[in-house]
């Protein structure tokens, strides 16, 4: 499998011969991929890392739309950080730094049951995935599957029989959900705040088009669940 990491080259339509390849700077997947997700390390969530949460989490929301232009992330900061933590500090037991060249460069943070989270009712047994993301120079390489593995490992010694997530309709995560073994739910009662998100979404794109283009098309919300062994 290849991938393309020139970064005008959109189509896939061209052969993968191998004088393309080098032409196009393309790098083979298994070898080069993983051999940099090999080399990144993961920590559990520690107060040293509450700089990078946030600027992390800033990216991330700032990079969606929003109703009237607002960016989703304008109130993130290392203070915000620091008081969610430390109103349910057992959440940073279940959420991950990852490093590349002692540079953090993605996250993940997971819910359990009992803990707070405002995006998803979590049942017992059930372990919710409330944001996963990584740095957009470092997308592509495995890093996101890696912190997958990682959060599957801790679910599962936490007695945990069943992975959750969410994810706007359009994300190219789904990609990555589906190959790991998530599938989309069939669709309940859409709660309060994707009702607000479905808005922003379908109207983010009339009134801010410059925003992310994962979202353009279908702003619904998809649940999906993954069943651990
Ligand atoms: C989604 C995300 C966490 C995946 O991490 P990653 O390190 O890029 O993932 P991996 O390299 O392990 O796997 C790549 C897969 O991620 C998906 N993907 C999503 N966005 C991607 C991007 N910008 N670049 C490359 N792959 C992306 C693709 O499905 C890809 O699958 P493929 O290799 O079969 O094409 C990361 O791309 C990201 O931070 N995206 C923006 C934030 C976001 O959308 N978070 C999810 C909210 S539900």
């Not at 959420?95 to 590349?100: I, P, R, T, W």
């Not at 995006?119 to 059930?126: A, I, P, S, W």
Request: net charge neutral.
């Amino acid at each position: 499998m290849y991938r393309i990491i020139y970064p005008n080259l959109t189509s896939n339509s061209f052969p993968y011969n191998d004088q393309f390849i080098k032409q196009y700077h393309i790098i083979q997947y298994d070898k080069e991929m993983s051999s940099v997700a090999d080399s990144v390390t993961i920590e559990v969530l520690h107060e040293k890392h509450f700089a990078d949460l946030a600027r992390m989490q800033k990216d991330f929301l700032n990079s969606k739309f929003m109703c009237c232009c607002i960016p989703l992330g304008s109130d993130e900061n290392e203070a915000r950080v620091r008081r969610v933590y430390n109103k349910c500090p057992e959440m940073m037991k279940v959420g991950a730094v990852c490093v590349l060249d002692d540079r953090v460069v993605g996250f993940i943070q997971m819910v359990l049951h009992g803990m707070p989270c405002d995006l998803h009712k979590v049942e017992k047994g059930e372990a919710y995935v409330y944001m996963i993301a990584i740095d957009p120079d470092a997308r592509g390489m495995g890093i996101g599957t890696k912190l997958l593995n990682w959060s599957e490992e801790i679910a599962r010694e936490r007695g945990c029989q069943k992975m959750s997530l969410d994810v706007v309709g359009g994300n190219k995560a789904i990609g990555l959900y589906e190959r790991k073994g998530y599938s989309a739910q069939p669709e309940s009662c859409i709660s309060l705040p994707f009702t607000f998100l479905f808005v922003c979404f379908v109207m983010g794109p009339i009134i801010r088009p410059t925003g992310s283009p994962a979202y353009y098309s279908r702003g619904r919300a998809i649940s999906m669940e993954k069943e651990l062994e």
